[in-house]
């Protein structure tokens, strides 16, 4: 029997999802709806926006305003509805490659505008959708099926990327904690603004199984022991961090939000006629 | 009476705006940019929301997000920028989300003659994104009649709830010339149908019984429904069954190739008698028109046929021409590619040549008197 949550928020005659066995994005998504469902807002108020790749299909089994899009263009659409109609909650669930490679520069963008957008990067390394090529996100040296010798390429790191674009608020979180995901997510949502939250995820049956990262839990356990919370992480020297990531809200200041702006430049103008 | 000196990306942005546009997202390119800088003026002054996007791709998706959320939306560009928009404009085809694509062409391949003229975007208007599709796509060929073409446009995009390609010429998105507007101006304006139904029975791809489309609710009314570039059935949910994928796709083709009566719009000139045809369209047309006067004057009997429409073509009107014609030159900014689709339809009798022209400068008269001279002559 579906849960109380999962009945009021999800389309359940969509389900099952397309996601495979021990996948992350379930987490995620859960952690999103938790959060919409703890902050109480209207669903018909809510408007989700996705790309192409795993985490994209989400919108599909959510009941809400969805939209899903073209491969990379989620936050694009995302900036025409919410600058639209200002008073939608927009959230963009998006994945590593999606968001950061094809659709790298709508992301730079919609952070240097700020525009009150919450987006939510399902990062699991890999373009799972297509096989398990590697991804702006993949670890150097790991593999994947268009890097079978190991990738030579550096990856991002996609919060310090959101940060200097200008996003008022940046956190990252992962698939084990997924209490801890869903208290950034629902602050995110909060802010005014633009918010990233990097949703540290799992791909078992790709990436995992070309860098031998051995089970589901095997590769969940792996983000428990290399996840260091924000204020232990500003406290060890850098050799200690040699392999573990910073979770938890990492940035969070106040700036102009674009579609507020936007109702001011529209008051000055009117005014002036 | 309004009696103005215009330009024809000014005329667009004129248009546009009498025909409801409320959003505008887009990124600079010559030579369209003024329909951008015009719409970031004009548009808070009535509310109105314009948006420079980061790129020509997130120019058209953010001017569909704003039609999704309920806002009349354009876009427009030039060659490279339409290039880099048709997957988008695929997108709004199969999501059948309404939106104006201006192409204010120029000569290409790639950066090709940035600020030189051509009409070189006819195929890629009609075949520019991948997959079966059928398009709108229309062509004036004044300042006035950009004009009205472009209130055309978004009744058409909003009536069939497609994306409809404006094309226009450097020459006369540039060109400056008078318009009068009247003041009270009862040009049709045409507002997408909204839900009949409540959301409990709301289905957001049910085409209503006598209706062309479905009934399009914006996002945030109460609707909650799923857009996908997915197939989808009318629910509105991803199908992977062929039946779902052949309904949808003969539907979304049909509403287009069944309405080709209300749709398709041409002008003619000294036809009525003519034995001799020019296909021309945009500036050109204006050329191949002073070219008819030069050759009636010399006794040869020649009309001009002008599709306003180009997508879906004038097929029967131009079936009926290549019967009744000995001759029809397609006079054109390129290398011939509407002289394909004139070919095909009024080939089968009559004799159809083309006269094209593709580095940057315009067709004279002059070339086109000469050119159907020779070629009666010879």
Same mark, same amino acid.
């Given at each position: 029997?579906?849960? #109380?949550?999962?009945?009021?928020?999800?389309?359940? @005659? *969509?389900?099952?999802?397309?996601?495979? !066995?021990?996948?992350?994005?379930?987490? $995620?998504?859960?952690?999103?709806?938790?959060?919409?469902?703890?902050? /109480?807002?209207?669903?018909?108020? $809510?408007?989700?926006?996705?790309?192409?790749?795993? +985490? +994209?299909?989400?919108?599909?089994?959510?009941?809400?305003?969805?939209?899903?899009t073209t491969h990379g263009r989620a936050l694009a659409f995302a900036t025409g509805v919410k600058l639209a109609n200002p008073k939608l909650n927009v959230i963009v669930i998006t994945g590593d490659g999606d968001s950061s490679a094809i659709?790298?520069?709508?992301?730079?963008?919609?952070?240097?505008?700020?525009?009150?957008? &919450? &987006?939510? $990067?399902?990062?699991? *390394? &890999?373009?799972?959708?297509?096989?398990?090529?590697?991804?702006? &996100?993949?670890?150097?040296?790991?593999? /994947?099926?268009?890097?079978?010798? %190991?990738?030579?390429? !550096? *990856?991002?790191?996609?919060?310090?990327?959101?940060?200097?674009?200008?996003?008022?608020y940046?956190?990252?979180?992962?698939?084990?904690?997924?209490?801890?995901?869903?208290?950034?997510?629902?602050?995110?949502? @909060?802010?005014?603004?633009f918010s990233f939250v990097e949703a540290m995820s799992t791909c078992p049956t790709y990436y995992g199984r070309k860098n031998k990262k051995g089970t589901a839990v095997d590769m969940v356990e792996y983000l428990r022991d290399h996840a260091i919370m924000k204020a232990a992480w500003d406290k060890l020297p850098d050799e200690k961090k040699e392999g573990k990531f910073v979770v938890g809200k990492l940035h969070h200041i106040e700036r102009p939000e674009y579609t507020e702006q936007y109702d001011k430049l529209i008051e000055r103008v009117r005014k002036v006629d | 009476?309004?009696?103005?000196?215009? @330009?024809?990306?000014?005329?667009?942005?004129?248009?546009?705006?009498?025909? %409801?546009?409320?959003?505008?997202?887009?990124?600079p390119i010559t030579p369209s940019t003024e329909i951008a800088e015009l719409s970031a003026e004009a548009l808070p002054k009535v509310g109105g929301k314009f948006i420079q996007m980061e790129d020509e791709i997130g120019g058209i998706a953010a001017a569909l997000g704003g039609s999704l959320a309920g806002l009349k939306s354009m876009t427009a560009t030039s060659g490279p920028g339409f290039s880099l928009k048709q997957e988008n404009i695929g997108y709004a085809i199969i999501t059948e989300t309404p939106i104006v694509i201006v192409n204010v062409q120029r000569s290409g391949p790639s950066t090709g003659l940035p600020t030189s003229p051509a009409q070189g975007d006819i195929m890629q208007a009609r075949w520019g994104t991948h997959g079966d599709h059928s398009i709108i796509a229309l062509y004036p060929s004044s300042v006035r009649e950009i004009y009205y073409t472009t209130i055309r446009a978004f009744n058409l995009a909003e009536k069939y709830r497609t994306p409809v390609i404006l094309l226009l010429d450097e020459i006369i998105g540039h060109m400056r010339e008078k318009i009068e507007i009247p003041e009270n101006d009862t040009v049709e304006i045409y507002d997408r149908k909204t839900p009949s139904v409540g959301p409990e029975e709301y289905k957001a791809y049910k085409v209503p019984q006598g209706a062309i489309v479905p009934e399009m609710a914006p996002f945030g009314t109460g609707y909650r429904f799923h857009v996908t570039g997915l197939v989808h059935d009318e629910t509105?949910?991803?199908?992977?069954?062929? @039946?779902?994928? #052949?309904?949808?796709?003969?539907?979304?083709?049909?509403?287009?190739?069944d309405n080709i009566e209300d749709i398709v719009t041409y002008d003619e000139y000294m036809m009525e008698d003519a034995e001799i045809g020019i296909v021309s369209f945009g500036a050109i047309a204006r050329s191949s028109m002073a070219a008819v006067d030069t050759l009636r004057e010399q006794g040869i009997k020649v009309g001009l046929f002008r599709p306003v429409t180009i997508w879906p073509s004038p097929e029967k009107r131009l079936a009926e021409l290549g019967e009744k014609l000995s001759s029809i030159y397609v006079v054109e900014l390129n290398a011939g590619q509407y002289f394909l689709e004139v070919d095909r339809i009024a080939g089968k009798k009559c004799r159809i040549e083309k006269y094209g022209k593709f580095n940057g400068d315009?067709?004279?008269? #002059?070339?086109? $008197?000469?050119?159907?001279?020779?070629?009666?002559n010879a």
């Open positions: 029997m579906p849960s #109380e949550l999962v009945k009021e928020y999800f389309r359940t @005659q *969509n389900l099952a999802h397309i996601w495979c !066995p021990g996948c992350g994005n379930g987490i $995620v998504t859960r952690a999103i709806v938790k959060a919409i469902d703890a902050l /109480g807002l209207n669903k018909d108020d $809510v408007c989700i926006v996705s790309g192409i790749g795993c +985490s +994209s299909r989400a919108p599909g089994y959510l009941d809400f305003n969805t939209l899903h659709g790298g520069n709508h992301l730079i963008h919609a952070c240097r505008r700020n525009i009150d957008i &919450t &987006t939510i $990067v399902f990062n699991n *390394n &890999t373009y799972g959708m297509t096989g398990g090529q590697f991804s702006p &996100t993949t670890p150097t040296g790991d593999k /994947g099926t268009t890097a079978p010798y %190991g990738s030579i390429d !550096p *990856n991002f790191d996609l919060c310090n990327l959101a940060q200097a674009a200008g996003a008022s940046v956190a990252r979180g992962t698939v084990y904690a997924a209490n801890a995901l869903e208290k950034n997510i629902k602050e995110a949502i @909060q802010n005014k603004g | 009476m309004a009696i103005k000196l215009m @330009q024809g990306n000014e005329a667009c942005v004129a248009g546009a705006l009498k025909a %409801g546009m409320r959003f505008y997202a887009g990124y509105g949910f991803p199908s992977g069954n062929e @039946q779902v994928a #052949e309904k949808l796709l003969n539907r979304l083709m049909d509403k287009i190739e315009i067709i004279t008269p #002059e070339e086109i $008197v000469a050119f159907i001279k020779e070629d009666q």
